[in-house]
């Protein structure tokens, strides 16, 4: 067994604004895993509400837990180790889909069908962040050329207020009139309870599927006043993070959003597909500020998903990555053994 980490700087075509801030250019680290002339690749975006804020302290976690020895566990057993010891999931997702992306090689299987998951079928949304209404129609009109696109989602919960959601959101509307463009909306945690309750109805009114954390993580004790007349589903995302957070709020949602930099990788997000289904939940799969390899190894998993939002690495440019293609409106993974997703080699020659 040899493991190897490349730190790699995803340089973006637009910065990404939220509620919370704006992410620009950041590093991600890579880490090849490779054994019996096989080589499994795996990903790791660094977030602050994730526990690692850079590369650096990711691969220092990573490097004392593969330091107590990794062979003798199965992959499940390396994630529930990884839960006790409180790695970083950001950093243990990397590690976690590298053995997955391995195991499936080892077989020469896709990895959607060594985990007996259908080809991904559902059409991915691209994110629109939060940026002035008069830049929205040109912001649209560069994000969608040439894209294959049938929905998207747009980043609500403006620090400027709810007036300033409402104008930005009724210029996308104007910019996408000729289109036929599903639309979901992400507050990310933006709105009081009052501002989600009256922003809802608004959106609804407005033709929105469905909104998503519309509450800031912390206070879901209040989606109790949000959920029995709702106007649309409620997902949740920041308030769900691992297996065991789905049935603390089941009864108060539609949805939930998986992240693998969220919840440590493929392991715990089959766990919270499970759970979800268990509580008759929808499910939805996002992402971060990640390139194709970490998409790739989401987009396995897709074809068991509601919705999907793997669209970070068509923000790239350039993108050092490969192993996904948008085909027809749907994140795709590449037909390969593995999860498909590779850093190119420049980027670790």
Excluded at 6 to 24: D, E, M, N, Q, T
Excluded at 293 to 312: K, Y
Excluded at 336 to 347: A, E, R
Aim: hydrophobic share 40%.
């Amino acid at each position: 067994m040899y493991i190897k980490f490349h730190k790699v700087l995803l340089k973006k075509r637009f910065p990404l604004a939220i509620s919370r801030g704006v992410r620009g250019d950041s590093h991600n680290l890579f880490l090849s895993y490779e054994k019996e002339g096989l080589m499994g690749w795996g990903e790791a975006a660094p977030g602050k509400n994730e526990k690692a804020e850079t590369v650096e302290e990711m691969q220092d976690q990573l490097t004392a837990f593969l330091e107590q020895g990794i062979e003798s566990n199965t992959i499940e057993e390396l994630n529930q180790k990884a839960k006790q010891v409180g790695i970083a999931p950001c950093a243990y997702a990397a590690l976690d889909m590298a053995l997955w992306d391995w195991k499936a090689k080892k077989p020469q299987l896709p990895l959607h069908q060594l985990l007996h998951l259908p080809r991904p079928s559902v059409p991915t949304s691209l994110t629109l962040g939060i940026i002035p209404a008069d830049q929205v129609k040109e912001r649209i009109r560069l994000m969608l050329q040439n894209s294959s696109a049938k929905a998207l989602k747009i980043k609500l919960g403006s620090p400027k207020g709810i007036e300033a959601d409402q104008q930005m959101f009724a210029q996308v509307i104007e910019s996408i009139k000729e289109s036929q463009l599903k639309i979901r909306v992400d507050a990310n945690g933006g709105w009081s309870t009052q501002e989600a309750i009256y922003m809802m109805k608004w959106l609804a009114d407005r033709g929105v599927e469905y909104i998503e954390q519309p509450l800031e993580e912390g206070q879901e004790s209040e989606l109790q006043y949000l959920y029995p007349n709702r106007p649309m589903p409620i997902y949740i995302d920041e308030s769900c993070r691992y297996a065991e957070d789905v049935g603390k709020w089941a009864d108060h949602i539609d949805g939930v959003n998986i992240k693998l930099m969220k919840c440590g990788g493929i392991t715990e997000a089959l766990e919270i597909i499970k759970m979800a289904k268990k509580h008759k939940l929808k499910t939805m799969i996002g992402c971060m500020s990640e390139s194709s390899v970490s998409i790739a190894a989401a987009a396995a998993l897709s074809g068991g998903i509601d919705h999907i939002d793997l669209d970070s690495h068509y923000n790239l440019a350039p993108n050092p990555a490969t192993g996904v293609q948008l085909v027809d409106g749907v994140t795709l993974p590449d037909f390969v053994p593995g999860h498909g997703g590779i850093l190119k080699p420049h980027y670790h020659a």
